[in-house]
C-alpha cells in the first residue's frame, strides 16, 4: 500500500489511535516473548557456574516510551562537536 493511499483511507485520528494501541502492545504479555526469554535462559545456563542463579526476568525486554531530547543552541553543539572530534584526532587543548 502506498502512503498516499493510506493517507486517503486513513483519518488522523484513527491513525493516532492506532499509534496509541501499538505503543500500549509493545509491553502487554505475548505468549512468544517468554517463549524465546525461556530458550535465552536455557542457552545462558550451559555457560554459567551456577545453572539456577539464572532467571527469566533478565531476558524479557521492555519498551519504554522515547524521550525528546532537548534543542542545543549553537554555542552547545559547538562545544559538544569540538569535544568529540578533539577526542577522536587527539587535538591539543587551548586554554
Not at 542457552?43 to 519498551?63: G, H, T
Request: glycine letters at 4%.
Amino acid at each position: 500500500m502506498s502512503v498516499q493511499r493510506a493517507q486517503y483511507e486513513i483519518t488522523s485520528s484513527e491513525f493516532m489511535d492506532w499509534i496509541a494501541y501499538l505503543d500500549d502492545d509493545a509491553n502487554r504479555f505475548h505468549r512468544e516473548d517468554y517463549f524465546l526469554a525461556q530458550i535465552a535462559a536455557e542457552i545462558r545456563r550451559s555457560f554459567v557456574k551456577d545453572p539456577m542463579s539464572v532467571k527469566l526476568s533478565p531476558f524479557l525486554l521492555k519498551f519504554g516510551k522515547k524521550e525528546e531530547r532537548k534543542k542545543l543552541s549553537i554555542a552547545e553543539s559547538t562545544k559538544r562537536a569540538k569535544a568529540f572530534f578533539g577526542g577522536m584526532f587527539k587535538f591539543p587543548k587551548k586554554t
